[in-house]
């Protein structure tokens, strides 16, 4: 584990690949700036740092929510930064799995309709026909089968994480941004959420990307990439 | 489609309190001024036509929207009565006949006209079971009546007494049902019909009672002489007419004299319907005679100004609720601003969640429309009742 590395290592494909990013919100004086970062194929890396240094701000540009004004995005060879924006939800959609620290669950979908939400929300996702048995295999896999007609409402803080993980997993994206997927858990299920995170990404030899707070869970990544340290590099 | 369809379906079922309030108020909203608008031209349509085929109505000067109501509709209302010559004097005139209508008692909640057969002639009458009145004590009721009293050719009816406590008033008759008549939805059906004498009787204008002559007990009869005999209030006084009293029944004075409140006369042509009319208008003092026809216009034309303030008014209302309908569109938006925003960061467009929201608000005003349109279609079937029981 290399705390300061921002580049992939040697023996994995590239990913993502970010150059001289500068991002800059308005009217706000603080400024991301990334000269180089490289994320590999089927790396777990975490992105630590203060609050306010732009880990979440770095999710959304690779995701395409955010377009840079300057630099170079490349997610699987392909710039985003000229993407349209029907490309970007594409690639949103069909690429990039989301899991984020309040679930983000639809209150008035039970669990089932939650997971397969993104197959009704762009129509260049198919039908949801046949994605029943998938969904249904995800939260069998992740210990909340009996679930799939409840309502968020009634699932606790720890079913509903691996309902949003299910989500982000039903379409084997071969990305998983993952926005402090533990910070509103309790210490078990803060552990065993990493750890349900960690296998489906070698499961799907997906990429896993994941803001954290909690550093005592760094152990399984394969690499963290610490923004007060790279702050501090950016300033050199 | 089919997608945004599901999700808004799901939205509004799950939040279904507040979808159902939005879904009534708008159907409200959607009904009242179309329901209006058919219970008007319903009741415009009704009354026309039930004026329209009553060519005069001869009645005491006074309000000729009264005389007319209370003839073509048997409204309880008093109005100023005319005596019973004077349909014999219209008739004298040669122009066509008469019908008198008694209509001021009432027994269980529906009116008793006084009347004649030629009534039933006129109006095209005719029983459902059983047969016309043929006696004074005997009547015919409407197919209203007979549904809701629960009543049919050999039960009886009394009349109501006009109050409780006056004694010397009118007494309640007992009186034989001896028929029932076909369903016409006029205000006929509504009524209970007797020959015009039987009204008289209940006024107290013609009674029966003992036989006077064969009463000798001196607490009965306080004097006899060779012409008169004067009885005390001991005599018993019959409340029912059967074969056996029928002839003990009689009426004091000249029946001529006896009061009506309308006549219903029909002229053999319009040009016997115009003479009449100028000959009264000229030279009659108490009596009018009036066309019906032209008294319910004047009154619908009251209505239509009535209707046309109740439409600006549900143009208020509607703009009124579609503000309401707006803000809680606005503020529910506002809630879900969260996730509406997940939806975008997972993948879809803005045009897509503009697709979802415009999904539930046109599923809302569907529903609300085919509410509105169930609202309507149930009216339908109350519609005669209502006009009878509120409008005419």
Redesign the interface.
């Known amino acids: 584990m290399d705390l300061k590395s921002l580049k992939k290592p040697e023996n994995c494909e590239s990913l993502i690949q970010v150059t001289n990013l500068k991002f800059q919100y308005p009217r706000s004086t603080f400024e991301l700036h990334i000269p180089e970062l490289q994320i590999g194929d089927g790396e777990k890396v975490a992105v630590i740092g203060p609050s306010g240094s732009g880990k979440t701000t770095l999710l959304n540009i690779l995701s395409g929510i955010i377009v840079a004004e300057t630099g170079q995005v490349e997610f699987n060879g392909q710039q985003i930064n000229t993407m349209s924006d029907s490309e970007l939800r594409n690639l949103r959609v069909k690429q990039i799995g989301f899991v984020f620290q309040d679930f983000k669950l639809l209150e008035y979908l039970n669990v089932y309709d939650n997971i397969l939400l993104p197959y009704r929300i762009n129509s260049s996702m198919p039908g949801v026909s046949g994605r029943g048995s998938k969904a249904r295999e995800l939260c069998e896999h992740l210990g909340v089968g009996d679930k799939l007609s409840k309502y968020p409402k009634h699932l606790s803080h720890g079913e509903k994480q691996r309902i949003a993980i299910s989500r982000a997993l039903i379409n084997d994206p071969p990305l998983v941004l993952a926005d402090e997927p533990t910070g509103n858990l309790d210490p078990d299920n803060k552990a065993l959420i990493l750890e349900i995170l960690f296998k489906m990404s070698d499961a799907n030899n997906s990429t896993l990307i994941t803001v954290t707070h909690d550093h005592e869970l760094l152990d399984g990544f394969d690499r963290i990439i610490d923004f007060a340290d790279f702050q501090k590099r950016a300033a050199l | 489609m089919k997608?945004s369809i599901?999700?808004a379906y799901?939205?509004l079922?799950?939040?279904r309190v507040r979808s159902l309030v939005l879904t009534f108020s708008v159907a409200i909203i959607i009904f009242l001024p179309v329901g209006l608008k058919r219970l008007i031209s319903e009741s415009e349509d009704q009354m026309l036509s039930r004026a329209n085929s009553t060519p005069l109505i001869a009645g005491k000067k006074g309000s000729p929207t009264d005389l007319v109501i209370n003839t073509l509709y048997f409204q309880q209302e008093k109005i100023e009565t005319l005596t019973m010559d004077y349909a014999a004097i219209l008739d004298e005139t040669g122009f066509g006949y008469s019908i008198p209508v008694m209509s001021s008692y009432s027994a269980r909640g529906f009116p008793i006209v006084g009347t004649s057969l030629d009534y039933f002639d006129f109006r095209n009458l005719s029983p459902e079971s059983g047969r016309l009145f043929g006696v004074v004590g005997e009547c015919v009721i409407g197919f209203n009546v007979a549904r809701r009293l629960d009543l049919q050719a050999g039960d009886s009816l009394i009349s109501s007494p006009e109050s409780f406590f006056d004694f010397a008033g009118v007494y309640p008759l007992k009186m034989d049902i001896v028929g029932v008549l076909d369903h016409s939805n006029t205000p006929d059906d509504d009524a209970i019909f007797v020959d015009v004498k039987t009204t008289w009787i209940i006024m107290g204008l013609g009674h029966g009672h003992q036989d006077l002559v064969q009463v000798y007990d001196p607490t009965i009869v306080l004097e006899r002489s060779d012409s008169t005999v004067t009885a005390g209030a001991k005599l018993f006084m019959y409340n029912q007419i059967d074969p056996e009293n029928l002839d003990e029944f009689h009426f004091h004075g000249d029946i001529n004299s006896y009061p009506i409140t309308s006549i219903i006369f029909i002229p053999e042509n319009q040009k016997a319907s115009a003479l009449l009319r100028g000959r009264i208008e000229s030279g009659e003092i108490d009596n009018q005679l009036v066309v019906p026809t032209l008294v319910v216009d004047n009154l619908l034309q009251s209505i239509f100004r009535i209707k046309q303030i109740f439409n600006s008014v549900f143009v208020i209302v509607g703009l009124a609720v579609s503000l309401i309908f707006g803000l809680v569109i606005a503020l529910s938006l506002r809630l879900r601003k969260?996730?509406l925003y997940?939806?975008?960061?997972?993948?879809?467009?803005k045009r897509?969640?503009a697709q979802?929201i415009g999904m539930e608000l046109l599923l809302l005003v569907v529903i609300s429309a085919l509410i509105s349109g169930i609202m309507y279609f149930i009216t339908g079937f109350f519609i005669d009742e209502f006009i009878n029981a509120f409008i005419i």
Do not use: A
């Open positions: 997608d599901y999700l799901r939205y079922t799950y939040n969260d996730e997940t939806m975008f960061t997972i993948g879809s467009g897509k969640i979802i």
